[in-house]
């Protein structure tokens, strides 16, 4: 239960992956030209600090903080944004985001440092400044990611999974804030 625990942390630090978001950091690694829905994702370049708060839920029976490190950079002639996380327990994160044309969706895979993956779908709000990540897991678990950016150096996230009863196993709240130079 430990490791799953674990696991879900990280997940929830990824709600704040894409979300450690911010225009005006986007850093071109190609002068290919992306997409509108392309460029939502360069919200995430740069490098951020994230606090998250683990709320009492089924996982977390005591709520606690955490805190980490956002990078995330564009790579694969700038189709695809790659975003590390490190948590100060040391455990990692790498993530994987698109727009699928084919699909019309984004997508995100999730690699993390005790062996999962998972892989989201996003849905993204221009007018609420808000992407939401939806995902599901053949156990039975669904997780849920908004991650609403507030300004340009602000992005706020809430992390909810639910068991198959809709039971909440976890609830993260996190704010991430672009580092300053």
């Not at 630090?13 to 392309?38: D, H, K």
């Not at 948590?87 to 984004?106: E, F, I, N, V």
């Not at 779908?121 to 156990?139: L, R, Y």
């Not at 678990?141 to 809709?166: C, F, H, M, P, W």
Request: a neutral charge.
């Amino acid at each position: 239960m430990r490791s799953l625990i674990k696991t879900m942390i990280v997940v929830a630090a990824v709600g704040v992956y894409m979300l450690s978001a911010f225009p005006g950091e986007a850093q071109e690694a190609t002068t290919i030209q992306r997409s509108p829905e392309q460029k939502v994702l360069d919200r995430g370049l740069g490098k951020s600090h994230q606090t998250l708060t683990f709320l009492k839920a089924e996982w977390t029976p005591k709520e606690t903080r955490e805190t980490g490190t956002v990078s995330c950079t564009r790579i694969l002639n700038g189709q695809f944004v790659e975003t590390e996380l490190e948590l100060s327990d040391g455990s990692t994160l790498l993530m994987l985001a698109t727009y699928d044309t084919q699909r019309k969706c984004y997508r995100r895979w999730e690699f993390h440092s005790n062996g999962q993956a998972t892989e989201k779908v996003g849905i993204w709000d221009a007018d609420a400044k808000c992407m939401t990540w939806s995902g599901s897991a053949d156990n039975g678990l669904t997780s849920t990611t908004t991650d609403r950016y507030v300004d340009a150096d602000t992005l706020e996230s809430r992390l909810v999974i639910k068991d198959r009863n809709g039971k909440v196993c976890l609830h993260v709240e996190a704010k991430t804030t672009r580092a300053k130079h």
